[in-house]
């Protein structure tokens, strides 16, 4: 609510002219000595970037209280100013000189506010704000100086884009040379507009133009060069991701449609551009093959096409297309030419067996897994039998086998590391046509001449690879549950129906390790969900031991169940912290909302009837994470009535220990 007011050379009140050596200076009050009425000039320029200022004279004018809307402030500002000397001498100029003034203060001032580190950048920067500024307020931009004000408002709205383009250029310094360039020669490209702000956008643009990879994957040097871009430009394409992500999150419309449809293009070409840097890094560097390997970049990089997505299910099958065929090439290049496998009747993606039989048969690897993680040791097509301890390899090339298994694991680690970054990226999910393309991947249908069998395979484009042992992987559980949505449930019913029939022949050990496993995972996924909303944990626990209560004794699907003892699992987990913290600090009174947990935890576990597991959990947890010393000081000194679930009466402080162990 105060305003300052410091002319530093000369007083302009009832000035008849405006001097030609009067300096601007607008910074915040500690920059200002108000004993001697001076202010430091400073710019947010670089110190290399010498720059001529054009506008005559500079004023100061702080407001220290904030606005309800853009119009006030323009209105308050615009009637400070009106009320001093320099104020009334620009809003007495005709209209010429007023745009002629508009053009000379935006100069200066984007000298003063912004990084500027060529002088294209800052023609780009201050012409923008003047094509834009109208759009700010009301329609009144006759009035010079409602019209500086606009821009004031407009710089400081868009403030991240402007940084945005300032990181562009500190990658590459042409970058504004080349939009200026493109403005002039192609003037019908979607992004050369007056009607909004486009220029961090363009840049972006302009910089991913740069990462297409013609002609530098050829040499090393300039590979690697190629490669350390695409880490430099990472974070600025992001963060600009990441701005557009929380602007439409919070229904901020800073950007127009023309920069929108910019940057799913852009989204597009990154994409590609990701793909193909996983490529040479997983499969092309440091490969025996890793010059014929690079030769295969430019066609995968055409093969992506213009929309390249990896959540899309067209752009999925022609990284598995693609993979695919890179894996026959290397094959024949190894083994030549080859035949069907004898057994599937499918073309062999692995390094083929020749079994010791008379004919010389030739199998698949899943095949032949087949046959003996089964325990038949004869040759599927003629009966042979065959020893127990043999190796393929023994009847092969080792050198050949090695090279192409090297092949393999590279091609594998590329995959799991595009669905990883690409596939989930940025928290939401793939189609379902991914999802499901991806699950097939992990568990799958295997053949042998007397049952169909489900088994698991590595997250891998080759059908060959299958796991002939019940090893459930958690690669596609994890990330499903941290989808966003409900959808993923669907899949993740899917996935656990195919899983459990994976280990029903195997005993209930294997069972047991898979609903541990999908229990540690929902429960560390629900503890992320509770992280980003603001509700306390306390009442959180309370809840979701209330939801755990109503459903005690109903009947339930296998997974449901499981998200149940999550839920009791959580509630248990937190009154033991708050329980140890009120036992061992100097605090005695209990909140309402802690005496509520307490309660909803008591309940919990006197409802479940028999099944005295929930309280016996509560007491390993409480035990293994604060020491048993904790419990049984709360056993000693907890006479409350709301704490008498904590107690196990047939258990001693011996037995204590042995459950705490167990």
Known sequence: ERLMYFPTWIDLKGADAVPETVHHVIFTEKEIDIRNKTVLVRTKSFPACHCKLTFRCRWVVLLHHQLESHNDCIRKTVDILKSLGIGRLVDEMDAIDKQQFICDYLKDFVYMAHPVKSESEHQLIWQTVKAGYKCIGSDDNHEILTAICKCHILFKLNGARFKHLSLVVSVFPKCCDEITDMQQKKPDFELVTDSEMTIDVFALHILLRKLEPKGVLEEPTTRMQWLRNVCDYRLIVERIFSHLRQRIETIQHNYGERCAKGLVTIRHQWTKVMILKLFVEHVCNGSPREQTEIESCLPFWVMLGLKADMKSIKTFNTVEIFLKNRNKAVLKDYFGQMANCLVCEKP???????????????????????????????????????????????????????????????????????????????????????????????????????????????????????????????????????????????????????????????????????????????????????????????????????????????????????????????????????????????????????????????????????????????????????????????????????????????????????????
Request: glycine share 4%; aromatic share 10%.
């Open 348 to 662: 062999i993606e692995s390094a083929p067996v020749t079994l010791p039989c008379s004919t010389r048969h030739v199998l698949c690897g899943a095949c032949f897994n087949h046959t003996v993680g089964f325990n038949e040791f004869e040759c599927p097509a003629c009966g042979t039998e065959f020893p127990v301890d043999f190796n393929p390899e023994d009847c092969q090339n080792r050198e050949q086998i090695s090279k192409f298994n090297d092949f393999r694991i590279r091609i594998n680690k590329f995959f799991m590391e595009v669905v990883s970054q690409m596939s989930f990226a940025e928290g939401s999910s793939p189609s379902t046509d991914v999802i499901e393309k991806i699950m097939s991947y992990v568990t799958g249908s295997g053949e042998n001449k007397s049952a169909e069998r489900v088994v698991t395979k590595e997250l891998t484009v080759f059908h060959d690879t299958i796991d002939p042992t019940p090893v459930v992987r958690s690669f596609l559980l994890q990330h499903m549950m941290l989808m966003s949505g409900d959808h993923w449930k669907k899949h993740l019913s899917i996935y656990f129906q195919q899983t459990s029939e994976l280990v029903e022949g195997h005993g209930p050990v294997e069972k047991l390790k898979l609903c541990l496993l999908v229990m540690f995972c929902m429960e560390d996924s629900m503890y992320q969900q509770f992280s980003k909303v603001e509700e306390n944990m306390i009442d959180v626990a309370s809840r979701l031991a209330d939801e755990a209560c109503s459903e005690l004794g109903t009947e339930q699907p296998f997974l449901k169940q499981i998200k149940n003892i999550c839920k009791t699992r959580i509630t248990l987990s937190v009154a033991a912290k708050h329980l140890h913290r009120l036992f061992t600090s100097t605090f005695t009174t209990v909140s309402q909302g802690l005496q509520q947990l307490f309660y909803s935890a008591s309940r919990l576990c006197d409802e479940s009837g028999t099944n005295d597991w929930p309280r016996r959990f509560f007491v390993k947890h409480l035990c293994r994470t604060y020491g048993v010393d904790s419990y049984q000081r709360i056993l000693r000194e907890s006479d409350e009535g709301y704490l008498r679930w904590v107690r196990l009466p047939e258990m001693d402080a011996e037995n204590v220990r042995i459950l705490t162990c167990a």
